[in-house]
């Protein structure tokens, strides 16, 4: 029926009715920038936490210039949730806290191990510790499919995980279970998302760490050649921004009792490599004729990578009302445009 209210809708409504004050750690990351934009559109205040070791301040002055929010509802603190006072000190007064500060990337991880865990782990319990302290209402807090690991069940499903397998997915496994046990022992209100993988605008497009989407396309407009490791036919199930944001203020804000756990977030669909690759290719071609040509460079597997993986989101979409707008051509689309504007 059209004209009916979405779990989604109804949420932003009651934001805007009742503001409240969070705190988006990774707030100049791409996507912690994209929920400080959005709770600043709803008309709520926000401190924002980052040390821009990965993230750019950039990112938070555009955020804020894109609610077209006055300048004071963002509150900016450049420090480290390894910090642990830093941590306190962002926590105070408190609502909610969306917590997406990490290390990211599974190659960084087997690369940086002890870099990855401070950041992951250590960071992770101070923002548990401090939200606990402080009386935070609810802490939501970025989990990834990477915890599924060597689990060769799909689609992905919360209660079937497996062995990690990466550094990086050790990380998140472990914060679900401080999580758990927080929620155990302390009656701390916490959600855990499981990102698969997420994209759209002002995801960083260059570095060794970047990820697929905004690096091919910058390397395609600038007649660079992509590479694929292994064979192409690597599934993931990849999840426009928006669906994020979206994910993020339903576990902020739906009851405890339907709330509390971990959850999938993502389109709920695989698309290999391959297929990746040819629709990007087929969309920027419209702009650029010249991108019909570009073919990809094979190159061997890489160490930590899980070879396929999407998810199943009905528990998302059974208690938290998450129904995922975006999908994947969509999403390309208005990705697309905003890389091709730079």
């Known amino acids: ?109 087997v690369k940086e191990p002890l870099a990855t865990y401070a950041c992951n782990v250590e960071g992770f319990i101070n923002v548990l510790d401090a939200a606990r302290d402080a009386g935070v209402s609810r802490l939501v807090y970025a989990s990834s499919s990477s915890v599924y690991g060597d689990s060769p069940y799909l689609p992905k499903v919360e209660v079937r995980i497996g062995n990690p397998a ?31 993988n997420v994209f759209g605008k002002r995801q960083a497009p260059d570095g060794p760490y970047a990820a697929v989407i905004p690096r091919w396309t910058r390397r395609m407009l600038s007649g660079e050649t992509c590479r694929i490791f292994g064979d192409g036919k690597t599934t993931r199930d990849y999840c426009y921004i928006d669906n994020v944001v979206q994910a993020n203020l339903l576990a902020a804000t739906t009851g405890p009792e339907a709330a509390l756990g971990v959850y999938n977030v993502a389109a709920g669909n695989p698309t290999s490599l391959n297929e990746l690759f040819d629709l990007i290719r087929s969309k920027l071609a419209e702009r650029r004729p010249e991108v019909k040509s570009a073919e990809p460079a094979y190159e061997s597997f890489r160490a930590g990578d899980v070879r396929h993986s999407y998810a199943d989101v009905s528990k998302a979409r059974e208690r938290l009302g998450y129904e995922p707008g975006w999908t994947l051509l969509e999403g390309l689309q208005s990705t697309l445009d905003w890389y091709a504007a730079l």
């Not at 934009?37 to 980052?50: F, K, N, P, Y």
Request: with cysteine.
């Open 1 to 109: 029926m059209s004209g009916v209210k979405t779990a989604y809708d109804l949420a932003c409504e009651q934001l805007e009715t009742t503001p409240r004050r969070w705190l988006v750690t990774g707030a100049a990351g791409f996507i912690g920038s994209h929920l400080l934009e959005r709770l600043l559109t709803l008309g709520q205040e926000v401190v924002a936490l980052d040390d821009l070791s990965t993230g750019h301040r950039g990112n938070i002055d555009d955020a804020v210039a894109a609610s077209g929010a006055p300048a004071d509802r963002c509150h900016f603190l450049e420090r480290s949730v390894v910090d642990a006072d830093a941590v306190v000190d962002a926590c105070r007064d408190i609502d909610i806290v969306l917590h997406q500060a990490a290390l990211g990337s599974v190659p960084r991880s």
């Open 166 to 196: 990466s550094p990086y997915a050790a990380t998140k496994r472990v914060n679900e279970l401080y999580a758990e046990m927080y929620r155990r022992s302390y009656n701390v209100e916490v959600v855990g998302l499981r990102y698969f």
